[in-house]
């Protein structure tokens, strides 16, 4: 599976962005999909994944009630509304596919895409 991220950008404290992530592969709706971030000198974070049917969610704390995950297996593409952002926010985000529902661990998830710069100003 390959996968690519994009819709990153600069928003204001308060504003939203879409991020999309499309897959290659015949398989895609088997795979559970997660977004991680990662700030500059800190560790790779779990933001929130959805189920390879999309029926199931979840979230890392920072982003329930402003972050939803949500999928389109047709177009074999997973996207993350972003919403209030917080400069806090500002990281790379990644998507990710693994195999397994529930876990937010990044050693679990078996392919990732290249990252794409979400930049969050107060």
């Known amino acids: 599976v390959q996968l690519q991220a994009s819709g990153g950008g600069l928003v204001q404290a308060g504003g939203s962005l879409r991020l999309s992530c499309a897959a290659s592969g015949r398989t895609f709706s088997s795979y559970t999909m997660a977004w991680f971030r990662q700030a500059p000198g800190k560790e790779r974070e779990f933001v929130g994944a959805i189920s390879g049917s999309g029926i199931m969610t979840y979230y890392a704390d920072s982003a329930k009630g402003r972050f939803t995950a949500s999928r389109d297996n047709a177009k074999n593409s997973v996207y993350l509304e972003m919403n209030n952002l917080k400069p806090e926010d500002t990281a790379v985000y990644y998507c990710?596919?693994?195999?397994?529902?529930?876990?937010?661990?990044?050693?679990?998830?078996?392919?990732w895409g290249q990252g794409t710069q979400v930049t969050v100003s107060s």
């Open positions: 990710a596919a693994g195999s397994r529902y529930g876990t937010k661990r990044p050693n679990s998830y078996s392919y």
